[in-house]
């Protein structure tokens, strides 16, 4: 059966390739399109050339800000060594600053003791100095006590002139006497030897006070009874006599040496 058909499928076949080969083409029918491709080209090109500017562009601006990135991590990096650098240098002032303080304080502290000690010693010269003005005050009085003393003994001595010569020799002589200054001016010291049988050379005196209009006897040695002292004043205020008074003492200290 199938050998049947053969003959008539070839001529078909070959039947419409004569008429395709004959006829007109589906494409020569579909009209003309102008695509454009050289402007397409043309502004590819254009394309490209903005682009690779743009990436260079990028490129460079990219270079540009990792260099300034680089300069200023430099910068940075410089000013931070300088910052530490200043810090070192401001530990070392603070330090040295600290070191003049504490040298200072110290030596305010030994200023204070040497202004507190030469106080202390000022004290010390004035309370000696005011001391010294003190003695030499009262050195005075009794230097100018002693002056009076003698001018006083001298005035006594001129009122008892009359005693001097011959008299007052006479007396003094004779009763082994001797007149002394008492170291006031308004005393007189009287000292006596030979009253004593066992030792000749042994004195008795007494100290005669002036000061008053009556006479009066201050101290004694060796010690008289005051109530027969007072009876020998009393003899010589009534008189006036100072040889009353040299005579009887006499006798009180010859009988007080027996006793």
């Known amino acids: 059966m199938s050998s049947a ?3 008539s499928l070839s001529s078909s076949l070959s039947g419409r390739q004569t008429m395709s080969a004959t006829a007109p083409s589906m494409a020569d029918s579909l009209p003309s ?3 454009g491709f ?17 990436i260079e562009q990028g490129r460079k601006r990219v270079l540009e800000e990792r260099n300034q990135f680089r300069m200023n991590v430099a910068e940075l990096q410089e000013d931070q060594r300088m910052k530490k650098r200043d810090m070192e240098i401001l530990q070392q002032k603070t330090s040295t600053h600290q070191q003049m303080v504490s040298k200072e304080a110290a030596e305010t502290r030994e200023m204070q003791a040497a202004i507190a000690s030469l106080s202390a010693q000022r004290d010390k010269n004035k309370a000696a100095r ?3 003005q003190r003695q030499i005050a009262e050195t005075q009085r009794e230097i100018e006590g002693r002056l009076a003393a003698q001018r006083a003994h001298a005035r006594y001595v001129e009122s008892q002139s009359r005693f001097n010569v011959p008299e007052l020799d006479f007396w ?9 200054g008492a170291g006031r001016d308004d005393r007189l010291k009287f000292v006596y030897t ?15 006070g002036t000061a008053s209009k009556d006479y009066d006897v201050r101290h004694c ?4 009874e005051r109530e027969k002292v007072d009876r020998v004043l009393d003899r010589v205020n009534e008189t006036r006599d100072l040889v009353v008074l040299l005579k009887g003492m006499r006798e009180l200290f010859v009988e007080a040496m027996k006793s």
């Open 38 to 54: 050289d402007e397409l080209r043309d502004r590819m090109a254009k394309f490209s050339a903005r682009f690779d500017a743009f």
């Open 221 to 224: 040695r060796p010690k008289l």
């Open 130 to 132: 005011d001391g010294l």
């Open 5 to 7: 058909f053969e003959p």
């Open 33 to 35: 399109i102008n695509f």
């Open 194 to 208: 030979h009253v004593d049988e066992k030792s000749w050379e042994r004195e008795a005196w007494f100290e005669l």
């Open 172 to 180: 003094m002589q004779n009763l082994c006497l001797k007149i002394e």
